[in-house]
């Protein structure tokens, strides 16, 4: 059983940064692809960012140029360093792992494609 744990979120100003971590306990996240979701109030759950396990990273439109995806194995931690943050950001923040499968699997499969999840950090960012 893989435990995924989430931090770092808080309250920011329109334009500033924050650095979500994931701590995961269990297996390596050598083997996993490890994503980032986020959640607004009423709006479905979606994808960040993810971290393949080649190293390979991908971010949805809406995170690209802004948002940095990164991965410490040795620590097991899995990073989203958030800058230029717009109050479209403010959401619920989930770390997601999917075992055994590639990330470009899971862009098509879906997010059932992810077996674990953390319970959420929030960001909320203010105008």
């Known amino acids: 059983q893989v435990q995924l744990v989430e931090s770092g979120g808080g309250s920011v100003q329109a334009g500033g940064s924050l650095r979500l971590s994931c701590a995961a306990s269990g297996p390596t996240y050598s083997t996993y692809c490890m994503g980032w979701f986020r959640q607004a109030p009423g709006k479905e759950r979606e994808g960040v960012a993810t971290?393949?396990?080649?190293?390979?990273?991908d971010y949805a439109d809406s995170a690209k140029g802004r948002f940095t995806i990164s991965q410490d194995n040795a620590k097991n931690t899995l990073y989203l360093q958030m800058n230029s943050l717009k109050p479209e950001d403010t959401a619920m923040y989930y770390c997601a792992a999917a075992p055994g499968v590639s990330c470009y699997f899971t862009k098509y499969a879906g997010l059932g494609t992810y077996q674990y999840w953390g319970q959420g950090t929030q960001v909320t960012v203010s105008s």
């Open positions: 971290f393949d396990r080649d190293g390979s990273t």
